[in-house]
């Protein structure tokens, strides 16, 4: 009974992994989902009028609405956005330089929200606020503009961009959904809910297949494996799993430009 109780929690804590700008479950001692499903209905979301030109895909860039979490808004990406060709993302930390490929046919418009964020200093020196050390399940958790300062604060993990954008490039039945390195965009577990908030996988973690899978690190593994493997203080093991990193890990630069 004890070991299908323990293997009960652990399901429930993968199954709640992370929510992204004003929805997170990592509220120091009492974790706390702020959905995004009750917006007014008369919320108008931004999209383009007409037919996007050819190389381009046309995005919802979703309001947050007033009161939906600790909002920094520093406009929207464009409504067309390219979908061909690749882009380079370089997370630049304390701890050293971390690198992938995304490839825009998947990830379109995640990719040109990490490019409008990144070019508006969105995340620079924020500090990455969860981490996850169990088995089957490694993952270090970044993005919200919020967390900086020394130490941690119950609202680190709470804030986002003054929008939200529909998942994209799901890993609907794959064996093995988020491979070791691989960048994911955290959300509320309701649908266009993704917003600036990311995780990285540390091993090959099985995770519902939910959640925008952005790109896979071609350099800087090692940092997520370094950083996770020192462990957490438990702040939210009672709730989604994990804590606050003991290895600091700050972003100083997340910058997204053409290969």
């Excluded at 959905?35 to 979703?62: E, H, I, Q």
């Excluded at 924020?126 to 130490?151: I, M, Y």
């Amino acid at each position: 009974m004890a070991e299908r109780a323990t293997a009960a929690k652990k399901r429930r804590q993968r199954q709640a992994i992370i929510g992204s700008a004003a929805a997170v479950v990592l509220i120091a001692g009492a974790a706390v989902w702020i959905t995004y499903a009750l917006r007014d209905d008369d919320k108008k979301s931004t999209s383009s009028a007409g037919a996007p030109p050819a190389g381009t895909v046309a995005c919802t860039w979703t309001p947050v609405p007033a009161g939906g979490g600790k909002v920094k808004d520093v406009g929207t990406p464009p409504p067309n956005v390219p979908n061909t060709g690749t882009s380079v993302m370089t997370i630049d930390t304390n701890l050293g330089k971390m690198t992938a490929k995304l490839d825009l046919s998947k990830v379109p418009c995640t990719a040109a929200s990490f490019q409008h964020l990144g070019s508006k200093n969105f995340w620079n020196d924020t500090k990455c606020h969860r981490v996850v050390n169990e088995q089957s399940f490694r993952v270090l958790q970044c993005g919200d503009p919020f967390a900086k300062g020394k130490g941690y604060r119950p609202t680190d993990g709470t804030g986002g961009p003054s929008y939200t954008m529909a998942e994209e490039n799901l890993p609907t039945g794959q064996s093995n959904p988020y491979p070791a390195g691989s960048i994911a965009m955290a959300n509320t577990g309701q649908p266009n809910s993704s917003g600036s908030q990311f995780f990285l996988t540390a091993e090959d973690t099985k995770l519902p297949p939910n959640y925008t899978l952005v790109g896979k690190l071609d350099t800087g593994l090692d940092i997520v494996k370094k950083v996770v493997a020192a462990g957490d203080d438990g702040a939210f093991k009672a709730q989604a799993g994990g804590g606050h990193p003991k290895m600091e890990t700050i972003i100083k630069s997340l910058t997204v430009s053409p290969s």
